[in-house]
């Protein structure tokens, strides 16, 4: 096991400390603890925005401590008002499992649960909010909540003064049950520490007060910020929504490229939060952004880092190979998704097959019928000038004819004017 290490400094350094309780340093830098943090099952996938607290258990497992991912089976069935203007969607019970299981896997690409004395731990709430009684609960924990701590959070506050959203009980009593989560995972882990997001300080304080007024003990909190671009944009956010962990909603390629898109001003903060590179690599990439930024150096160790860690070496060399593809590379290598992948946002026509049988089509016409022309002079002036490239291949001669054969993987021709003007064809 790794021996203990001020985890508290390597968050600060990170800049991923927004605040934490009384002793919380000290404990943490005293022994081999137990910290654990929660993870809403509210979809089946986690998101971008999640690596935050998931990378606060990553360091501090390797600081030697234990790592204990709770996922809300239970408060997921309710809902966290923490942030939100309206009630969330209620899920069934096997919406909840389903997701649950989904998020133990992709927490499992970070934390290691094999690690010995300080495994990562997984851990369902529903497994004592679905057993506990509701007088026992209200007798034994509701008695140490008073209305006018509860009404004077923000969460809450703000909810009730919103008529038209207001809150129901079910979300009210979100904080008794986050709090009964931590009393739970102390009497039963030994979890001595809780952490999470800076919004949900109300609720990690709510659970530090109860675990003393029932045991007499303590137990400490940490949050991390609640991470904004530099333009102020909520963080993970695209126009396209939200970019998720699961390579089923989101592509290596476009995880890749999301992080590879990173603004020089987001950058630096980004290595700090979501790669293991230590301080003296990060500032050394710093400096890059400041004599080289058009290099990019840091936003590629940024997207291979995190991209590696997420979908492994094979995930990281498909985005790389669609992104070489992306900018004149290879295509005849991409797989059909990836050639679907890569091109979802070029303009498109869709040509059937019989068009390209035989002796085919010229590729003036199909340069004009695309769009990649705007007129068959403009197409031949172009191949001319060696600015037209079929499946990223130029292509010289303006009487060159496409025909079915030349479709990768007998469903698409690349089309390409210039450096990065691509249009699609898809055959149907």
Known sequence: MTT???????????????????????????????????FDPTAPSLHVGSLVPIMGLVHLQRAGHTPIALVGGGTGLI????????????????????????????????????????????????????????????????????????????????????????????EFSYALLQSYDFLQLF???????????????????????????VTGRRAYGIVFPLLTTSSGAKFGKTEAGNVWLDARLTSPYRFYQFWVRTDDADVVRYLKFFTLLDREEIEELAEAVRQ?????????????????????????????????????????????????????????ITVPKEELSGEG?????????AGAATSRGDARRAIAGGGIYLNNVRVTDADRRVRAEDALHGRFVVLRKGRKRYHLVALA
């Open 187 to 213: 009497r039963e882990e030994g979890c001595t520490v809780q952490m999470g997001g800076s919004d949900q300080w109300g609720n990690i304080t709510a659970g530090t007060d109860l675990i003393r007024r």
């Open 292 to 348: 080289e930024p058009h290099r990019r150096a840091a936003q590629k160790a940024l997207a291979e880092d995190v991209t590696r860690r997420l979908h492994g070496e094979t995930g990281l060399a498909a985005a790389r190979r669609a992104t070489e593809a992306l900018f004149g590379g290879d295509v005849t290598g991409l797989s059909a998704g990836e050639i679907e992948d890569i091109f979802a946002d070029v303009p498109s």
């Open 4 to 38: 203990p290490t001020s985890v508290h400094d390597e968050f600060a350094w990170r800049e991923m400390l927004y605040a934490s309780t009384e002793g919380a340093a000290e404990h943490l830098a005293g022994g081999s603890r137990t910290a654990y943090i929660g």
């Open 79 to 170: 809902g966290d008002p923490s942030g939100k203007s309206a009630e969330r969607r209620l899920l069934s019970r096997d919406e909840a499992a389903e997701n649950a299981e989904s998020i133990r896997e992709q927490l499992a690409h970070f934390l290691d649960f094999e690690a010995g004395k300080n495994a990562a731990r997984m851990r369902n709430n529903l497994d004592w909010l679905g057993e506990i009684r509701l007088v026992d609960f209200l007798r034994d924990i509701g008695k140490h909540f008073g209305m006018g701590q509860l009404l004077a959070r923000e969460s809450v506050r703000r909810r009730l003064e919103d008529r038209e959203a207001g809150l129901s009980f079910t």
């Open 361 to 369: 089509m010229g590729l003036v016409e199909l340069l004009v019928r």
